[in-house]
C-alpha cells in the first residue's frame, strides 16, 4: 500500500510546476549583423523624422534611457557625422488575461494519529477578465553610411502607464544586448 502522505505530496509539487511554468514571460531579445564590427564605432546620433510631432514623455525617456546606455558602455552622442544611428518605436497593444475559474486544493492532516489527505474542486461564480495597456519596444541601430540596419534589440513589454523606472529596466534589459566600445 502507498503511503498517502507521499502521493499527496507528489500532487502539491506537480501542481506548483504546471503553475510556474504557465507565468513565464519572454526576455529581451537582440541581434547584430554578422559582419560589422560595432565595437569599433565611437559615436552614435538620433534617427530624427522631419514633421512627426514633438516628443512626447514616453518618448523623452526612452531617449534618457538608451542615451545613459550608450555612453555607459563607451560611445559618445555626436549631431555632426555620427558612426551610427539609432532609433526606436514603441507599439502599443492590449492584453487580456482571464483567471480561470477552477481551482484545485491539497490538504494533508492529522487527527487522532491517524494521517488523511484530501483533494478538492471548487468552481467560483464566474471568472474574470484582466484587460492591461503595454507597450512592446524595439531598438535600432543603423550604419548611415552603409544604409544598413546593424543591430536590433526588443524589449519585454511594459505595462501603461510607464513609469521611469520600468522604461530604464525595459531599456537596460535590451541594452545589455548591446556591444561595448572597444578601448
Known sequence: MRNPTRV???IAVLLALAACAGASR?????????DVDIPGYSTFGWSEH??????????????????AELVEKGYGEATEAP??????????????RESSPFSVGIGVGSWGGNVGGSVGASVPVGGSDEV????RLTVRAVDPKGNRE????????????????????AIAGVMKGFPVKRG
Open 8 to 10: 499527496i505530496a507528489a
Open 26 to 34: 519572454p526576455k529581451p531579445d537582440w541581434t547584430s549583423a554578422p
Open 50 to 67: 522631419p514633421g512627426d510631432l514633438p516628443r512626447g514623455i514616453l518618448e523623452t525617456q526612452v531617449r534618457a534611457a538608451v542615451r
Open 83 to 96: 558612426d551610427f544611428l539609432i532609433s526606436y518605436e514603441t507599439v502599443e497593444y492590449t492584453s487580456s
Open 132 to 135: 492591461r495597456l503595454q507597450y
Open 150 to 169: 546593424i543591430w536590433i534589440g526588443t524589449t519585454t513589454s511594459f505595462d501603461q502607464p510607464a513609469d521611469a523606472g520600468a522604461i530604464e529596466k
